[in-house]
């Protein structure tokens, strides 16, 4: 295993180039994983079924961190009626760079009827990191997602602030409408964002404010109404070290909420964001929240 600190002054290690794809579907009276093809160091868990039918399953990636050069892909694809709920068993680590990019591609799609839950743990970017991280999330009419990203700026445990390296966020969600926008999608919202560590962002009120962490969570479903976003929004906080606000948009008739949390510590942030989920499971899916056992560990 490459360490993230490697001298600049040798050889450049290769890079890993890794892919998985699942594909679940319905299969009597619960889900299934009926698809899964690996290339490189990403695999998946043998399928877990903690609340009955909904199929649960852990994606690993054995190197436990993302160094230059890296590019995983991770495709994701739900039949219809079918429902998976994905998670990480831990953080993912993104190294020194020796001044490649490194980069993580996720696609998740969703058939009409079809639900997930999106629940990866944080990314934690080191010093001289050039990260990458896109997701595109492609909900049919009738289909429900909920899902997360949540990015550490430095190893606060290490003290690290991140102070030097270049983080790109680009995250698509969108709905598939006959001969609309790119290919055939109309998108309910788009994120496309460059952070240096030197930008005056980081610092400004409009910006990070000086904090270091940031989650998002979006939910997408019939039930993501105003009513629904008032009410989480009652329950969200708003201080000098951790605040959250929650939006409604709409595109093509169907309804999205979107959550942002900026705070100085990743539990914190994480645990505004396991509460959001746990409000806005049963409205947005129709079934109760069950913390992973994962968030126990």
Known sequence: MRHPDFPSTLAVPPAWEA???LRFAQRGERS????????????????????????????????????????????????AGAH???ATPGATKWYKSLGREAAQRVTLTLEAGARVDWLPQENIVFDDAHARLATTVTVAPGA?????????????????????????????????????GQDGNRALWIESARLDAGSALRHAVAG??????????????????????EMLAGQLPYRPALRAGVTRLEQAGQ????LRVL???????????????????????????????????
């Open 84 to 86: 998976a709920v994905l």
């Open 208 to 229: 990070l404010d000086g904090l270091n962490v940031m989650g998002t969570l979006w939910a997408v479903g019939e039930g993501a109404t105003q009513a629904l976003a």
């Open 255 to 258: 309804p999205m909420l979107l």
């Open 144 to 180: 429900s997602a909920i899902g997360w990203d949540a990015v550490v700026l430095g190893r606060q445990a290490s003290g690290e602030t991140w102070a030097r390296g270049t983080l790109w966020l680009e995250t698509r969600v969108q709905v598939p409408v006959q001969g609309q």
């Open 32 to 79: 299934a994983l009926v698809e899964r093809r690996h290339r490189g160091p990403l695999l998946v868990q043998k399928p877990l079924y903690p609340e009955g039918a909904i199929c649960h399953a852990v994606i690993l990636h054995p190197p436990a961190g993302v160094a230059g050069g890296d590019s995983l892909q991770i495709d994701i694809a739900v039949g």
């Open 263 to 297: 705070g100085a510590e990743m539990e914190a942030v994480r645990h505004v964001m396991a509460m959001a989920w746990s409000v806005l499971r049963e409205p947005i899916h129709g079934v109760a929240a069950k913390p992973l056992r994962l968030w126990a560990t």
């Open 19 to 21: 892919s998985l794809r």
